[in-house]
């Protein structure tokens, strides 16, 4: 049996955060958003231990034992598969396929049996008893729901809405990209409490597709980020975690992670000492919060934000 902690929920939430956290539990693997693994060519993105993705000697075991290539057009085929059948939109199909649905259904079976493989793989390798999948998107967790010799259990994170939205007006570099200047993508605070709404919803209605559920506020994991990963660890078996990396509010990471569009090396080992990120409280303009929060206020109660 593969046992993954499927990280969900909208972005910007704390999930790179909470995986390098779990990533130091012994037992556990981060493999940071799996689900972008084919979305750059190897040789252009860097795996969390600073390697470039070709020449990272554990994606290239990884790979390896399911035959695939480490090169940009293997890469890029993986990818157009993905495509087809790991997007929202074809979450009904997965559902219920219908009277087209054959070759959908032939479509899905034959990228999750590479999507397994590559999961076993990370399993055989490490040894480790979770894998740690911060992807996100709900399509994933459904492909992954209907793998019979898989147990996921989704870990929702959440984070208020408007510090979310705030976050996705500021710029940031993608550190996982070699060219240098690549940033993230800018959205406007209406996209963002759209996006922010409608992936909640959704994670919140597959929970019932995994072995298990459960929620946390990225507030309350900066607020008690030791007894917030106790939680977890009970959560996924492993109630007996040193957690000895956790002191107080400062983190001492060791174990560096393989993590797809991660960070590199250097950032995985330099102690991390959290603090509660009010920023947007301040900074953010008024007219700005006032339309996210009208348009995220039925989970901004919900998740006891307001």
């Keep these: 049996m593969i046992n993954i902690l499927y990280i969900a929920g909208a972005g910007r939430s704390g999930s790179t955060l909470l995986e390098r956290i779990l990533g130091q539990i012994e037992g556990c693997v981060a493999v940071g958003e799996f689900r972008h693994l084919w979305r750059l060519a190897p040789s252009r993105q860097q795996c969390g231990c600073g390697e470039l993705l070709d020449r990272c000697s554990f994606w290239r075991s990884v790979l390896g034992r399911v035959h695939v290539e480490p090169d940009n057009q293997t890469f890029e085929a993986m990818h157009d598969a993905q495509r087809q059948v790991d997007r929202v939109r074809y979450i009904p199909q997965m559902i219920s396929p219908g009277p087209a649905g054959r070759a959908f259904g032939q479509r899905q079976a034959d990228y999750s049996d590479v999507l397994r493989q590559m999961y076993l793989a990370i399993h055989e390798i490490t040894g480790a008893s979770v894998i740690v ?174």
């Design 133 to 306: 999948d911060s992807s996100k998107d709900v399509s994933t967790l459904y492909l992954l729901s209907e793998m019979n010799d898989v147990c996921i259990r989704v870990l929702h994170m959440v984070r208020d809405s408007r510090a979310v939205a705030y976050s996705w007006t500021r710029e940031k570099v993608r550190l996982h990209v070699v060219e240098k200047g690549s940033y993230m993508p800018r959205y406007s605070p209406q996209h963002s409490a759209g996006d922010w709404m409608s992936r909640n919803i959704l994670t919140e209605m597959a929970r019932s597709r995994a072995g298990g559920y459960k929620r946390l506020r990225y507030e309350d994991l900066l607020a008690h980020p030791r007894e917030a990963i106790e939680s977890i660890a009970r959560f996924i078996q492993l109630p007996s975690a040193d957690l000895g990396f956790i002191a107080g509010n400062e983190l001492k990471f060791s174990r560096v992670n393989h993590t797809i569009a991660g960070n590199p090396s250097l950032l995985e080992k330099r102690p991390v000492r959290l603090r509660i990120d009010n920023d947007w409280q301040q900074e953010m303009k008024p007219a700005h919060k006032a339309i996210v929060t009208a348009l995220t206020w039925p989970l901004l109660k919900r998740y006891g934000y307001i």
